[in-house]
């Protein structure tokens, strides 16, 4: 398995950026690092994936170390959109997503 | 396109009583998946079906049965309801199993006396 650990919980003033960090020490060479949210009450939704390199997409940004054990979902501007639970998950091959209890944002006004 | 739709929003139930969870993705996605999300927890695998005619238990399957019913539809059944069940129950749907992008539905909150 690629244990992940995440801050419980992370806060951030409105207009701000915001890195939620994240390390998985264990994940193997081929497998992509997925990031999703949980809006408060709404089901999870994909953010944004990446296997090496930086990648970027109209909701954020991720950032991948060099030797694959951490990552960092980057977003450029907060907005109290944003506050939800916020989840790395890298899968293990064909493996079903485990989804922990993730990062809780809360973004303030 | 409506993604991933779930039937009901919500639902009570009292212990013993059965009932079945419908979901419906209009995606043309082969795999499908049942989670269940308790109070403050991250989101556990119940069943999941890689394709039509398939499914497969996931982590916590005891108390429920499922059927894949077409490549749309995946419903999750209770034979006979406990309080342990009580918890919100999504539904989710991928192209290939696991390895994309799972799109989910907005929920069934259901509650077991």
């Known amino acids: 398995d690629a244990k992940t650990t995440q801050p419980n919980s992370m806060e951030s003033n409105e207009e701000e950026p915001v890195h939620l960090p994240c390390n998985h020490s264990t994940i193997s060479g081929t497998d992509y690092i997925h990031w999703y949210r949980q809006l408060p009450s709404q089901g999870p939704e994909y953010v944004i994936h990446g296997l090496t390199s930086n990648v970027n997409n109209r909701m954020a940004s991720l950032a991948i170390a060099e030797d694959r054990k951490s990552s960092t979902l980057i977003l450029h501007r907060a907005t109290l959109r944003d506050a939800a639970v916020y989840y790395c998950?890298?899968?293990?091959?064909?493996?079903?997503?485990?989804f922990g209890k993730g990062t809780r944002l809360s973004v303030i006004a | 396109n409506a993604g991933v739709t779930q039937t009901p929003k919500f639902q009570v139930l009292k212990t013993g009583q059965s009932m079945t969870l419908q979901c419906a993705q209009d995606m043309n996605h082969n795999s499908m998946y049942w989670y269940r999300q308790d109070p403050g927890m991250g989101l556990r695998l119940i069943y999941y079906s890689a394709s039509e005619g398939t499914t497969d238990k996931g982590e916590v399957p005891n108390g429920y049965n499922v059927s894949r019913l077409n490549k749309r539809e995946f419903s999750l059944r209770l034979e006979s309801a406990a309080p342990s069940q009580t918890s919100v129950y999504f539904c989710?749907?991928?192209?290939?199993?696991?390895?994309?992008?799972?799109?989910f539905g907005p929920g069934t909150r259901l509650t077991v006396l």
């Open positions: 998950i890298p899968p293990v091959g064909n493996t079903p997503l485990v």
């Open positions: 989710a749907s991928s192209h290939r199993q696991f390895t994309d992008t799972q799109y």
